[in-house]
């Protein structure tokens, strides 16, 4: 068994574990039905401004640039994930190569512009087109638990603008509908000090492979890594793991 397999197996396990697993559930129910609503305000939206959408299926421009996700999203992502096998291979597979990539840029997305200090330079990311590693053959993989920013995106503008080495790419229009699910600061332990929000395929593969240490800001979630990891359920798993084969 390796760690990514170990950590599956543990994921929602004990006590913590549970809440865990409740809490994914929970969230990815909260997320379909704000997809629902979204559908309806992105209408009324384009109704208003007698605007016609330009987004259609297999269009995908857009999902090369940064795509940030909350923390409570990604764990919601890596639920999913666990409940479909080929996905969670496929994304494993893809990820180092993606991985790979943004490294040998330099990861802008983690480089501030001159005028922006708390941001990398997501411009000159988005310009890399470096397609997201959930993309496969132009659709999203985990289109039911996308991350509200991609969700929230929809264009009036000929698609083409969309891609940023478009002449016109500055003067696309587009609008973004986001959710207060952003600000959220709910988890299955204790509230979140302020939110956690960070790169989503990074942090997703994280998890996946560091299991809840991977979780961004778990230093700041007082003893939920304790009461997890030394919970007996994880712990008879962990044993089992390290015992030596013979
Ligand atoms: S935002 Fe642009 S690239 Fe993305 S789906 Fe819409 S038209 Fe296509
Ligand atoms: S998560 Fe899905 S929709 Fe979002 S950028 Fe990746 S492939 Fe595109």
């Known amino acids: 068994m390796d760690s990514f397999q170990l950590n599956q197996e543990i994921a929602y396990l004990g006590l913590v574990g549970n809440l865990r697993k409740e809490y994914c559930i929970r969230f990815i129910r909260k997320k379909q039905q704000f997809f629902k609503e979204l559908t309806g305000q992105q209408e009324e939206t384009l109704t208003a401004n007698s605007e016609t959408l330009s987004c259609y299926k297999g269009c995908s421009r ?12 990604a ?16 994304f494993l597979e893809t990820y180092p190569v993606w991985r790979e990539k943004v490294r040998a840029s330099g990861d802008l997305f983690r480089k501030p512009t001159a005028g ?3 941001i990398g330079d997501l411009a000159a ?6 397609p997201c590693p959930f993309l496969q053959d132009d659709a999203c993989s985990i289109y039911e638990v996308r991350p509200f920013v991609c969700a929230g995106l929809i264009v009036t503008t000929p698609p083409e603008w969309c891609d940023p080495k478009h002449p016109k790419h500055s003067k696309r229009k587009r609008y973004i509908i986001s ?4 600000a959220d600061r709910t988890f299955y332990w204790k509230n979140l000090e302020k939110p956690v929000w960070s790169f989503m395929p990074i ?5 996946l ?6 979780i961004p800001g778990i230093s700041r979630m007082g003893d939920l890594l304790s009461r997890y990891i030394y919970d ?3 712990q008879d798993v962990i044993r089992r793991y390290e015992k030596p084969s013979v």
């Open 209 to 214: 492979e560091q299991g809840m240490r991977g």
């Open 125 to 130: 990311y988005a310009r890399l087109k470096i």
């Open 179 to 182: 959710d207060s699910a952003l």
């Open 232 to 234: 007996p359920d994880v």
């Open 75 to 90: 764990e919601a992502i890596v639920y999913y994930l666990y409940q479909n096998e080929d996905k969670l291979q496929r």
């Open 203 to 207: 942090m997703v593969y994280d998890i």
């Open 116 to 118: 922006d200090k708390s």
């Open 62 to 73: 857009c999902c090369s640039l940064f795509i940030g996700a909350s923390v409570q999203e």
